[in-house]
């Protein structure tokens, strides 16, 4: 299995900030064949199911406002909020699809104003 | 709009089958993609136990696969899931999802989820 480590488990930022999530996995999800790193990060609220912010490791979903950010290729992926707004706050999710099941998120980081 | 529903028992007791549908409105499941549940116990992560293509076909959680059977309900326009011998650690909230990529694709969107509690 393709394990996923969130780093850090929480973390709280001030409005306006950046905050800064990073995701490891434990092979690598780039593909080859078209150069696509199979990794997607999603964002949970309290009481809410999760949110799709980004797929293809960098990929911004149509409606999401764009001071989200995804980098990062092979093992290592970093998803950005460039200026935190209070709404952000939430539990961050990444997920890898690359090759065969099992499918696997990170553990979460949550982000807190501070 | 696609929309998804979870529906089923609230409660299940040990060692019976914890049974769910996923009602989707806004897309025939027969036209594509792959449909998804994913489950998260109180206060935990989130698991992928499984996906059934548009025609059918299934890609279940190794971890699970023994107990899991998903189905397509097209005349409904609803897919589900069944978990064969339920305990406690099967007590979680579970989304459905559509996946736009394969069977584990990123998910989008998700149903509102639906708290299954495991207890006698």
């Known amino acids: 299995d393709i394990v996923m480590t969130q780093s850090p488990d929480s973390l709280a930022v001030s409005l306006g900030e950046r905050a800064t999530i990073n995701c490891k996995s434990s092979q690598s999800v780039l593909y080859n064949s078209n150069n696509k790193n199979y990794l997607a990060w999603y964002r949970q609220k309290p009481g809410q199911p999760p949110k799709l912010l980004i797929h293809?490791?960098?990929t911004r979903e149509s409606g999401v406002p764009d001071r989200f950010s995804g980098s990062g290729s092979g093992t290592d992926f970093t998803l950005t909020i460039s200026s935190l707004q209070a709404e952000d706050v939430a539990v961050y999710y990444c997920?890898?699809?690359?090759?065969?099941?099992?499918?696997?998120f990170g553990q979460g980081t949550k982000l807190e104003i501070k | 709009q696609v929309q998804l529903q979870e529906s089923g028992p609230g409660l299940v007791k040990p060692s019976e089958t914890l049974s769910l549908t996923c009602a989707v409105s806004?897309?025939?499941?027969?036209?594509?993609?792959?449909w998804g549940w994913i489950r998260q116990p109180p206060g935990k992560g989130l698991e992928w136990i499984g996906s059934i293509s548009h025609s059918g076909s299934t890609s279940y959680n190794p971890s699970l696969k023994s107990r899991v059977t998903m189905s397509l309900d097209t005349s409904k326009n609803q897919f589900s899931l069944k978990l064969s011998s339920a305990t406690a650690a099967d007590t979680a909230v579970y989304y459905c999802?559509?996946?736009?990529?394969?069977?584990?694709?990123?998910?989008?969107?998700w149903g509102q989820g639906t708290l299954v509690t495991v207890s006698s």
């Open positions: 997920q890898q699809y690359y090759g065969t099941p099992p499918y696997t």
């Open positions: 806004g897309y025939s499941i027969s036209s594509g993609y792959y």
């Open positions: 999802a559509r996946s736009l990529w394969s069977y584990g694709g990123w998910f989008d969107p």
């Open positions: 293809w490791a960098s």
